[in-house]
């Protein structure tokens, strides 16, 4: 695998001990080069991991993705750019799963959304990211997908350019309307009651059990989504709240367009101005959902309330 250009490979992998082989040598390699290396995997396979590298995991950097990258969203941002933007000039490796067979359908069009901006995300960048998939437990449609967001696959020992390579077209794919809850709580708002907005969410996110540090993060992904309509959205909006079997969904709709897919996904330096809003709303949020078109903007933001607070 180059170290020269940004690399980014879909490994389709056949039961733990295949998983393990591709991805430890994968590590050992990059730590032989004396290369800062990152994996972020589901817990059961960075056990594996971490077993089989013994002491040599004590070189890695080691996360739960099922935490850090819960919100496939986060994962730009919070994982990914984060470790790479940590060790400038210098080729990184790492390791990133965010499709597993837990993943819901609900949270798989952010997974594959996630899959296909990473390469623009990186694009010239001095960094080869390997995402791992499941050729045994994943769907067919899953493993198609992958083919289209990855620009190299691996399987066993070969590797090969996509022939399906189209990022582009998974993107618009999964940019699609929403289904329609049963029932919620509805606020029309513009700039005389944005503070409604927010009283709203808590609300019915204190009725779900939400309590101090999460109550607290609905109260600022609402408004700060709020903002954004107002800003960009033409200057009002449309909030609905409601229950889904244990889990508080936010819903902000205006007349905005999002035009750039990495909107909410690059890390922010402290220093520099400028709006944070759906960095924020994803970094915050336990998943995001967005659909988009010209006069037309959703975000459906998740707070799984089964969730340890």
Same mark, same amino acid.
């Given at each position: ?52 590298? %013994?002491?040599?995991? %004590? ?18 941002? #919070? ?7 940590? *060790? ?8 990133? !799963?965010?499709?597993?067979? %837990? ?7 952010? &997974? #594959? ?17 390997? &995402? ?26 070969? !590797? ?12 618009? *794919? ?5 289904? !329609?809850?049963?029932? &919620? ?46 800003? *960009? ?22 007349? %905005? *367009? ?13 220093? &520099? ?37």
């Amino acid at each position: 695998m180059s170290a020269e250009r940004f690399h980014h490979v879909a490994l389709f992998y056949r039961g733990d001990r295949e998983y393990t082989a591709a991805t430890t040598a994968f590590v050992r390699a990059g730590l032989a080069a004396g290369e800062p290396v990152a994996v972020a995997v589901p817990p059961a396979r960075l056990a594996l991991i971490r077993s089989a590298l %013994g002491p040599d995991a %004590g070189a890695v950097r080691l996360l739960d993705m099922s935490e850090a990258g819960r919100n496939p969203g986060r994962i730009l941002p #919070a994982v990914l750019r984060d470790f790479a933007d940590r *060790h400038p000039g210098r080729h990184v490796r790492i390791i990133g !799963e965010p499709i597993w067979p %837990g993943r819901t359908e609900v949270e798989y069009p952010a &997974c #594959a959304q996630h899959e296909a901006l990473i390469n623009p995300s990186f694009a010239g960048r001095r960094v080869t990211i390997v &995402c791992p998939y499941d050729a045994v437990g994943l769907t067919e449609e899953v493993l198609r997908e992958a083919a289209r967001t990855h620009p190299v696959l691996r399987a066993g020992a070969a !590797e090969r350019p996509s022939r399906d390579y189209a990022p582009e077209v998974v993107l618009q *794919h999964h940019n699609r309307p929403f289904k !329609e809850p049963e029932k &919620c709580a509805l606020l029309r708002f513009d700039r005389t009651n944005l503070s409604a907005a927010r009283v709203l969410a808590a609300r019915e996110g204190a009725e779900l059990g939400f309590r101090g540090d999460r109550l607290d993060d609905i109260r600022l992904v609402v408004a700060e989504l709020a903002a954004n309509s107002l800003d *960009h959205g033409g200057g009002s909006g449309t909030v609905r709240v409601w229950d889904d079997d244990g889990v508080l969904v936010c819903e902000v709709a205006d007349r %905005g *367009h999002i035009t750039d897919p990495l909107a909410g996904r690059r890390p922010v330096d402290p220093q &520099c101005p400028g709006s944070r809003g759906l960095l924020i709303v994803n970094l915050l949020s336990d998943l995001v959902r967005v659909h988009t078109r010209p006069g037309a903007t959703t975000v459906r933001v998740y707070f799984d309330s089964r969730r340890p607070f």
